[in-house]
């Protein structure tokens, strides 16, 4: 009678055994490929080492982010400007001026 329910029940464990081998294998591929740390035994995140030329290219990347940033707010005010003169109604204004330079007739 054991060995009966043994070899019933080893292609289940065995099908479980490998589905967890697989998920395991295929979350930690996902972490890889995004960018997520790894964790180590105790649930705490292991980064990956960096190297010199990696943090150059952070540093590059930081300085660009901040004059893309910085010139995303001067475009911003320009547009708001833009948006000031084309909604105001001071092109009424200035062909009421045009006008009373001109000389009457």
Request: aromatic share 8%; no cysteine.
């Amino acid at each position: 009678m054991e060995l009966d329910f043994f070899n019933a029940f080893a292609p289940v464990a065995a099908v479980v055994g490998l589905a967890t081998v697989g998920g395991w294998v295929f979350t930690t591929w996902l972490r890889v490929k995004n960018g997520y740390p790894l964790e180590n035994s105790w649930g705490k995140p292991v980064y990956p080492k960096i190297g010199d030329e990696a943090m150059e290219r952070i540093k590059l990347l930081a300085q660009e982010n901040a004059q893309l940033r910085a010139e995303l707010g001067s475009v911003k005010d320009r547009l708001a400007v833009i948006e000031r003169i084309v909604t105001d109604e001071s092109h009424r204004v200035a062909s009421e001026i045009e006008a009373l330079r001109r000389p009457a007739n």
